[in-house]
């Protein structure tokens, strides 16, 4: 996989896992028309983002430091990471702060139980199953 | 000692056999695998925890609190650091120890704070170079995850150490000859001893001065 070339050094935003979540967050993003890169291991799942997508596609393990490197890891301003996987995204959190120290990461953790092993890093994590619980309640009106 | 070990089948069982003869250790076992934890809790008669090491609710069904040795031996590398992890963050795990199939996560695991990682790839690539190396009368260990290095060398009548005294020899300083094979004694080393051709060499230095200490005493008169 070749370096993407002609793609702004500074203010990226990378996508870590190009699944449901992680391609609709990257085609929103997209539209608002940030400076974007995603991560995938598998290309066909690329086939998620939107006709208009305009961010950088990088085919790869995403616990790869060469992958997450080529992604411009060491430059980007904050990192999404949302894999099916929560071992994967602990793993992919630790690195982007332990080793690169990106200012803002965000990890997708399906296990609440698993938070513990983010403590102390400083990153913020989205649980989906919250999120939707959330909505629902606010939509029949709950606190 | 109080010794958990998570997941695999063989690795685990081989595992097992070293500790559990010894009374004074304590060894858990969890899997996530039915037939692997049916396999080493029949052959070990020890009762295994079935269940996802990654999971707090196993680790707390299992009583792994306070243990002295974590060791996750699991295929996927990702589960084996989040094991781990969780183990040592949430547990109080004093010593975490995992298994890799990619040989780059040994060093990346250990920078993000497991305390040992082992890559059967990276064993075999070091025992091979070792191999390489026997053409010369060297052999070599490594200890303290690479940090230290034991190398095994036979002198020649050649080499310009021969039959003088340590004292007399400017050894570098960036290593140590720790012990001298003379069939069939081994003896301790001080200024006064004499090296003699075929005495096997038994060096402690670092990885980094190996090469420079080998060169050195392979040096002809």
Known sequence: MKKPTGI????????????????????????EGKNLLVVDESEKSFEQLSEDFSGYKIVGECTDLEILEQAFIKTCKEVVIVTGDDSINVLVATICKKLYNVPNVYVRLSDPDNE?????????VIFPLELSFDKFNLMRGGK | MKIVIANGMHAADYVIGIYKNHKKHQIILINDNKESAKYLADKNNIPVCYGHPNKKEVLEQAKIRDCDIFMALGYKDADNFAACLLAKKAFGARKTICTVSNPKNVTLFRDLGIDSVISSTALLADSLIAESSLEDFIKQVSIEDNSIVMVELVVKDTYHISRRRIMDIDFPKTGTISCIYRKPHAIIPNGQTVILPKDKLVIVTTPEEKDSIIKFIQTAE
Do not use: E, P, Y
Request: aromatic content about 4%.
């Open chain 1, 8 to 31: 702004s050094l500074k203010n990226k935003t990378l996508v870590v896992g190009c699944g449901q979540l992680g391609a609709t967050i990257a085609n929103k993003f997209s539209k």
């Open chain 1, 116 to 124: 513990i092993l983010l403590k102390g890093l400083g990153v913020k």
